[in-house]
């Protein structure tokens, strides 16, 4: 189809997941595709991403019927970044430069943030 953009399946998988968090209750596949803005994925694509997801464990199934399976996030959206954000760091091969550059990229109001949680939160130690 000349012209038609296709979707990487990281960007797929990010507008799922973008539906879940904005949903107030579970979701059907047919659901999620009503909500998706642009061009809509194939419903297979769909169960494949959810699928896909599932199995990373970010998504939940629920249901024991095909019409009856609903879908709903398993963490919130800010639990996600902080879990891929301990992820990166954690795969870093120097944390203390991957920290450094990564507080270096940060706004003022960030910094700020970052520092009123280290400051509410010093004696945490880290697992």
């Known amino acids: 189809m000349a012209g038609e953009r296709t979707r990487e399946r990281g960007e797929l998988e990010g507008e799922v997941m973008r539906i879940l968090w904005e949903a107030s209750e579970p979701l059907s596949a047919r659901d999620i595709q009503v909500v998706?803005?642009?061009?809509?994925?194939?419903?297979?694509?769909?169960?494949?991403?959810?699928?896909?997801?599932?199995?990373?464990?970010?998504?939940?199934r629920s249901g024991d019927s095909p019409r009856k399976v609903r879908f709903h996030a398993a963490r919130s959206g800010d639990e996600h970044v902080g879990r891929s954000m301990m992820t990166a760091l954690d795969g870093a091969g120097d944390r203390q430069a991957a920290l450094m550059q990564f507080a270096g990229n940060l706004a003022e109001e960030d910094l700020?943030?970052?520092?009123?949680?280290?400051?509410?939160?010093?004696s945490r130690k880290r697992r």
């Open 36 to 60: 998706f803005t642009g061009h809509v994925p194939a419903y297979t694509t769909l169960m494949t991403a959810l699928d896909r997801l599932q199995k990373k464990g970010d998504v939940v």
């Open 112 to 122: 700020d943030l970052l520092r009123s949680a280290l400051t509410g939160k010093h």
